[in-house]
């Protein structure tokens, strides 16, 4: 079976990767695509949040304050991984989806990466896919 997983990083822009989830679960929908296009997040937090934001010895009034900030930041680099995994005797329409989706109004303005099934990096690629909820 050919197998592509797209990956799309978004930055910080949630909106943008909301727009890209609801177009893809409307082709889903509209194409009776099932399964063959799969969607998943990879939300990365700001170096601030994996660090607690905050020393141990700051008073009440500074954890409010920091804890109001980092409500305000962005929440961390967001990417998308969107694998296709279409049949033996579907290979045109693997090839006109790889066309297509880069071409696609929320995806254009995230860098994309594509990922084909004989690429060296794909294993690891597959494999972080299957981990990502």
């Known amino acids: 079976m050919p ?3 797209l990956i799309f990083d978004f930055g910080t822009n949630e909106d943008a990767a909301q727009q ?3 177009k893809v679960e409307g ?3 509209g194409f009776r695509l099932g399964n ?3 969607l998943k997040f ?3 937090d700001s170096a601030e949040k994996d660090n607690g934001g905050e020393s141990k010895d700051t008073d009440a009034k500074t954890r409010k304050k920091t804890a109001k900030k980092e409500n305000d930041e962005p929440a961390g680099r967001l990417r998308l991984f969107l694998r296709l995994d279409f049949s033996e005797h579907e290979k045109i329409s693997h090839q006109r989806w790889l066309d297509r989706i880069p071409d696609e109004e929320p ?3 995230a860098a994309g990466e594509t990922v084909r099934q004989g690429d060296a990096e794909f294993p690891k690629t597959s494999e972080l896919f299957e981990s990502l909820d």
């Open 20 to 22: 890209a989830r609801h």
């Open 42 to 44: 990879e939300r990365e």
């Open 3 to 5: 197998q592509s997983i």
């Open 107 to 109: 995806f254009k303005s």
């Open 36 to 38: 063959k296009m799969l």
């Open 27 to 29: 082709w889903k929908q």
